[in-house]
């Protein structure tokens, strides 16, 4: 369940969203739209501040499990997710990795590689679309154009968007590792 605020608001409303955040950490638990959560002992937590060409820029992430507190059918739908992810990301990274082999020796892929690569996409995006839903619709048009460069035998297109999905992933991870 997610929960986001993105306005603009005062000092005043903003300090007011961080210490409403702060006393709940405090208090050992966490309220969101699905429940309230025990706070564990340790949180895995991420401060970034930067000020940089006249702007600042503070970026915080806090994170920890909630799976031990689920009723036992939702906790093992839960892992059941978390494993068939897993895996469907192994296999699109090694379809992935072969398509990049084809770009970076100025080849397109055959065939088996590029219907392999589609295939393991559309699993990813049966696994991942309702999570990340904006996400999901940005690789698939770059999925989309990079078979379409295949198809029409138009090698620096596909090198393209080789490196353009490339850069989502890397950014997608930096996001939501």
């Known amino acids: 369940m997610e929960h ?15 210490e409403a955040m ?5 208090d050992g638990q966490f309220k969101t739209e699905s429940g309230s959560w025990p706070v564990p002992e340790a949180v ?4 970034k501040i930067v000020e940089k060409k006249g702007r600042l820029q503070t970026r915080l992430k806090f994170k920890w499990s909630t799976v031990e507190h689920y ?5 093992a739908a839960v892992k059941d997710w978390e494993a068939r992810f897993r895996t469907v990301k192994k296999q699109l990274g ?3 990795k072969a398509l ?3 770009a970076g020796q100025d080849t397109l892929p055959d065939n088996p ?5 589609l295939s393991d996409s559309g699993e990813f995006e049966t696994l991942s679309q309702e999570q990340w839903p904006e996400e999901m619709a940005v690789y698939r048009d770059h999925v ?5 460069a295949v198809d029409d035998g138009r090698l620096a297109d596909f090198q393209h968007e080789v490196r353009d999905i490339r850069s989502a992933m890397m950014e997608c991870h930096q996001t939501f590792k």
């Open 94 to 96: 090694r379809s992935f």
């Open 71 to 75: 009723a036992p059918p939702e906790k």
């Open 4 to 18: 986001k605020i993105e306005k603009k608001m005062s000092p005043t409303e903003l300090a007011d969203q961080l």
């Open 144 to 148: 989309q154009n990079m078979n379409r």
């Open 113 to 117: 590689t590029i219907d392999q690569y």
């Open 22 to 26: 702060a006393r709940q950490l405090r």
């Open 100 to 102: 990049a082999r084809a």
């Open 44 to 47: 895995r937590a991420k401060i």
